[in-house]
């Protein structure tokens, strides 16, 4: 499994919005990409993402900016790399249950989903609560 940017930025956005707001209020997108070193443009696309799939809320004005759309415990892991990258494994662009092979490597497609469901197990029962550090998961 390769991390893309994009879905290493969405977490760390995401944990930095747990953490820099645990009464759940909106933090605005610079403070985001400065505290986390996010282009700010490649930022906004990847929160227009979350928002999009339900994971952040946005609110605008002077006192605006993004706040998570549920509690980071009922964030996995899992949901934000879905959101951001669709599918979270992929064997030369198909999803693992939909290659085939024949003769003697008829045996990889199972292999392929085993990693898949490997995968899934451990993102899904990951939370950004999880994630935060010990001083930040009070509120969490």
Same mark, same amino acid.
């Given at each position: /499994?390769?991390?893309?940017?994009?879905?290493?930025?969405? &977490?760390? *956005? &995401?944990?930095?919005?747990?953490?820099?707001? #645990?009464?759940?209020g909106p933090v605005s997108a610079t403070k985001l *990409?400065?505290?986390? *070193?996010? #282009? &700010?443009?490649?930022?906004?696309?990847? /929160?227009?993402?979350?928002?999009?799939?339900?994971? &952040?809320?946005s609110q605008r004005g002077t006192d605006g900016g993004y706040a998570l759309a549920r509690p980071p415990s009922q964030i996995t892991v899992g949901d934000v790399l879905r959101a951001i990258n669709g599918a979270l494994s992929t064997v030369r662009g198909l999803p693992p249950d939909k290659v085939d092979y024949h003769g003697v490597a008829s045996g990889l497609p199972e292999l392929w989903m085993t990693l898949h469901e490997a995968i899934a197990e451990v993102v899904d029962r990951t939370t950004l609560a999880d994630l935060l550090p010990v001083q930040y998961r009070t509120n969490a």
């Open positions: /499994m390769q991390i893309s940017a994009r879905s290493d930025y969405a &977490l760390r *956005a &995401l944990i930095a919005t747990a953490g820099f707001s #645990p009464d759940g *990409a400065e505290a986390q *070193a996010i #282009p &700010l443009g490649f930022l906004h696309d990847i /929160m227009s993402d979350l928002r999009r799939a339900g994971l &952040l809320t």
